[in-house]
């Protein structure tokens, strides 16, 4: 891993600053219907309805100005945020950071309890996230302490809202 501040692009930052690019291209030249660039956006009451939206609206932009001050602002931080966590690392937190941010946004405290509790009770997501806990205790030990202290953290919520 390396430290040092660098100003060459990394491969990832330069993969989805072609992503994002590409993306703005389709849907100004071919894929122009309003339609789809609803159906790609993220919008805190439809949510639920379209989940695939907290992961699509990370790569739609409302115009040129938003992609050019988004992307460099990507080089800027994202190079060094990168080059310190390697690659592997930094994109999962990359979209980590993108699926909370739409997470974060629903616009009230029920809907995001709703969506908490629909993962819980998935019987797949749940041997899923413990499987992989597991398998990963060992090297990312603050991860599961991370994870703990969110659960602990929403649970208290959970039970709240169910009583009410």
């Known amino acids: 891993?390396?430290?040092a501040p660098s100003s060459r692009i990394t491969p990832w930052v330069l993969r989805l600053i072609a992503?994002?690019?590409?993306?703005l291209l389709l849907m100004r030249t071919i894929f122009i219907s309003p339609e789809l660039a609803s159906a790609l956006a993220f919008s805190p009451a439809d949510?639920?309805?379209?989940?695939w939206t907290f992961f699509t609206y990370m790569f739609v932009h409302a115009g040129l100005l938003h992609l050019l001050g988004n992307m460099f602002m990507l080089f800027v931080f994202g190079t060094a945020v990168e080059n310190r966590m390697g690659?592997?690392?930094f994109i999962f937190y990359y979209l980590l950071c993108g699926v909370g941010g739409a997470a974060f946004s629903l616009d009230d405290t029920a809907e995001l309890t709703r969506l908490l509790e629909?993962?819980?009770s998935d019987p797949t997501w749940r041997a899923g996230l413990a499987a992989r806990a597991k398998e990963r205790s060992r090297a990312f030990s603050w991860r599961l302490t991370a994870e703990k202290t969110l659960a602990e953290a929403y649970l208290p919520?959970?039970?709240?809202?169910?009583?009410?």
């Open 87 to 89: 690659g592997r690392a």
């Open 47 to 51: 949510a639920l309805r379209e989940p």
């Open 19 to 23: 992503a994002n690019a590409v993306v």
């Open 118 to 120: 629909r993962m819980a």
């Open 1 to 3: 891993m390396n430290f």
């Open 157 to 164: 919520a959970i039970e709240l809202a169910r009583r009410r």
